[in-house]
């Protein structure tokens, strides 16, 4: 890796973990940011992604986007990005890797279902819920629970959209533990997690929702910035396959937003001359992201996103499905909990809100299809 910046996350500097390791026992030379995005990528909770809601719920067709795809096409972005601003790109990665493991199965309508079924208990947050899987449910080691990930990571994670000034009563039980200084922005590796989440969904949805049949060109071309770069790329490749069209037309605009990152983000550590990863939690502001061109540009096409596909009806239509499959099972399970699976029964607390949150822990790690399956029995 090249030369790190004196603002970037340092392996060796960090905080630590929750639990002390015999560092003897380590395998390979890897250091502590390297280990987390390893411990990850070996988890059942990051397995399950390939079988959760990204946009299209069980869709039936194999190149529809999951939260699996989704987290790896975040990754290649996030690193991106991290390498060219000389960040940790391990620490980057992992945080990409990581960010939708909290995410219940179907997506929002699966949330938002948790939600309303925990309204008395303190409701839902699937990032919340993102680090109960990694602190608290992961229990491959004999020694401590969870994945015993680095405090950067946890906390990176815990201030996925910046700082938080009213955590919901699952971050706060883990802010007890962790102490993640909610109040100040995370790293900047962190906060180019973030971007690069909004790069690739903002992007990825389009091609998915064109595939499906519920977007066309054409409407996306009712926004001016993506009609011009439209009508540039069928200028340069004229008389070539439509489908390579519109991939080229997603690619160039990935590239445009990331190299927008990149000299916003340039502009705005040399503005405030930080110089260590605290000065950027002390920042007071984001100074990874967007320009404020790029911001106003994304805002509008994400506007458009939910006003013609997230919020299509077809797409409605199967949201209220999948809402009421989580809603019934929730209900089922909190009638009859011999109804769950023995490893999860043998651990359900006797009094509220400890019972409620268990079996929206076991529920929200569900894949689309085990939930499909589990309402089916029930």
């Not at 100040?184 to 690739?200: C, F, H, K």
């Not at 096409?301 to 077809?314: G, I, Q, R, T, V």
């Amino acid at each position: 890796m090249a030369h790190k910046a004196s603002f970037a996350s340092f392996p060796h500097k960090s905080v630590g973990r929750l639990f002390t390791e015999n560092e003897s026992e380590i395998r390979g030379p890897r250091n502590m940011f390297q280990r987390d995005r390893d411990r990850i990528i070996h988890s059942i909770s990051f397995r399950r992604l390939r079988h959760k809601t990204q946009v299209f719920i069980a869709p039936d067709g194999d190149h529809y986007r999951v939260r699996l795809t989704h987290s790896l096409e975040v990754a290649q972005i996030g690193r991106t990005i991290a390498r060219a601003l000389h960040l940790d790109e391990d620490l980057t990665e992992a945080l990409c890797l990581a960010h939708d493991i909290g995410h219940p199965p179907f997506g929002h309508a699966g949330e938002d279902a948790l939600n309303g079924a925990l309204q008395s208990f303190g409701g839902f947050d699937h990032n919340a819920q993102t680090l109960r899987n990694l602190m608290i449910i992961e229990k491959p080691y004999p020694l401590w629970r969870g994945l015993n990930l680095s405090w950067e990571l946890l906390e990176g994670l815990a201030k996925h959209n910046g700082p938080i000034a009213e955590p919901s009563w699952a971050l706060e039980e883990l802010d007890e533990i962790a102490d993640f200084r909610l109040s100040t922005w995370p790293s900047l590796e962190a906060q180019i997690a973030a971007v690069a989440d909004d790069i690739a969904y903002d992007n990825h949805d389009i091609d998915d929702g064109i595939r499906a049949g519920l977007l066309t060109i054409e409407q996306l071309c009712e926004l001016p910035f993506i009609r011009s770069r439209w009508d540039q790329i069928n200028k340069q490749y004229a008389g070539h396959d439509r489908g390579q069209l519109i991939f080229e037309l997603i690619r160039q605009q990935i590239g445009i937003m990331v190299n927008d990152v990149i000299a916003a983000t340039s502009a705005r550590l040399e503005k405030s001359a930080v110089e260590r990863v605290d000065d950027v939690r002390n920042a007071g502001f984001m100074i990874g992201g967007f320009s404020e061109e790029m911001a106003e540009q994304e805002r509008i096409l994400k506007k458009f996103m939910y006003e013609n596909l997230y919020h299509h009806k077809a797409q409605l239509s199967e949201a209220n499905k999948a809402h009421d499959i989580i809603a019934k099972l929730y209900h089922a399970y909190d009638r009859e909990p011999r109804k769950m699976p023995e490893d999860w029964l043998k651990n359900l607390p006797d009094s509220q809100p400890q019972k409620a949150r268990h079996i929206c822990d076991f529920i929200a790690g569900m894949t689309d299809r085990y939930a499909q399956n589990c309402f089916r029995k029930l």
